[in-house]
């Protein structure tokens, strides 16, 4: 929030728009806040919070920190982020039950900026839970030697210009790159 053209009437029909589908878990893959954005508007993250409560899930609402919310005041982000009732998952785990399936949902912490610590996150995993894994940077998917089921990555933005090699997030551009949130419907196999 507080890029061009993302302010808080974007947030608030975004936040509308994935309620509507009545999601059983919701994962924010980071970069909540701007750095150095030409023509943002750095947003106190209480306004994003306050925007980000109002996101329902019943199994809980959970994030990992991006680059650009360590970047910022990622103390003002984990408490707006408390507030908000989303629990941040920095390398760890925690044992979620859905239609009597137990599964493992690990927070990984930023590569780019040091805060990934793998053997911390899969520190208290046990094999035979299904494993949903989440973190901002995909790089940490390069160096992570254990199992899991599924992984989910932030960082990206949407690949923002779809040129081979180019990219931007300092630069208020997208072409042929729409910003995206995902839904996700999975089902235990049958045997």
């Known amino acids: 929030m507080g890029s ?3 302010d808080a009437d974007y947030v608030e029909n975004l936040v509308e728009r994935i309620n509507a589908y009545k999601p059983d878990i919701i994962l924010l893959g980071g970069d909540l806040t701007i750095d150095e954005v030409v023509g943002g508007t750095k947003i106190p993250f209480s306004e994003v919070s306050r925007l980000l409560k109002k996101l329902n899930a019943p199994l809980g609402k959970f994030a990992v920190l991006g680059n650009h919310d360590w970047w910022n005041d990622n103390e003002e982000i984990h408490k707006g982020l408390k507030e ?4 941040v998952l920095e390398n760890e785990l925690r044992l979620t039950t859905h239609k009597e399936t137990n599964f493992e949902l690990i927070g990984i912490g930023d590569h780019s900026t040091k805060h990934s610590d793998l053997e911390k996150a899969f520190a208290k995993t046990e094999t035979k839970n299904p494993k949903l ?3 901002h940077d995909p790089a940490s998917l390069l160096e992570l030697k254990k199992d899991f089921n ?13 040129i081979p090699g180019i990219g ?4 208020p551009v997208r072409f042929n790159a ?3 949130f995902v839904i996700f419907d999975l089902k235990k196999p049958t045997l």
């Not at 599924?150 to 779809?162: I, K, N, P, S």
């Open 4 to 6: 061009p053209h993302i």
């Open 84 to 87: 908000a009732d989303i629990e």
């Open 133 to 135: 894994v989440f973190m």
């Open 168 to 171: 931007t997030s300092i630069l």
């Open 178 to 180: 729409l910003p995206e």
């Open 150 to 162: 599924l992984a989910f990555a932030g960082h990206m933005h949407g690949g923002q210009v779809y």
